[in-house]
């Protein structure tokens, strides 16, 4: 089992910045890719971005290319997410989660942290 845990989220003015954290624990093996997605009221997940055990990058939706980058620290079992010139529009439910190399789909999730961009 994993147990994945997000904070960093909160209000922030559109231009703004806000780093979001997920702390794991549990079965390492499980952490092989980690990610972030995000659901907004009234619409479907999206998947914002992976990264691999060793590093290897999977970016998801354009519109946060450039502005998102992901990151991870194995050694403290964390992944984060430096979200810079914000917008209104990325006002959302952010979640990590994780899965192993031999699952296709992920299967451990976090409780979501929210993110509010005020224009």
């Known amino acids: 089992q994993v147990q994945l845990v997000e904070s960093g989220g909160g209000l922030v003015q559109a231009g703004g910045s806000l780093r979001l954290a997920c702390a794991a624990s549990?079965?390492?093996?499980?952490?092989?890719?980690m990610a972030w997605f995000r659901q907004a009221p009234g619409k479907e997940r999206e998947f914002v971005a992976a990264?691999?055990?060793?590093?290897?990058?999977?970016d998801g939706v354009d519109s946060v290319k450039g502005r998102f980058t992901i990151s991870r620290d194995n050694a403290k079992r964390m992944v984060f997410l430096q979200m810079n010139s914000l917008k209104p529009e990325d006002t959302a439910v952010y979640y990590c989660?994780?899965?192993?190399?031999?699952?296709?789909?992920?299967?451990?999730w976090g409780q979501g942290t929210q993110v509010t961009v005020s224009s």
């Open positions: 989660a994780c899965r192993s190399a031999l699952q296709s789909d992920y299967g451990y």
């Open positions: 549990g079965r390492t093996l499980s952490m092989y890719l």
């Open positions: 990264i691999s055990w060793t590093g290897g990058i999977t």
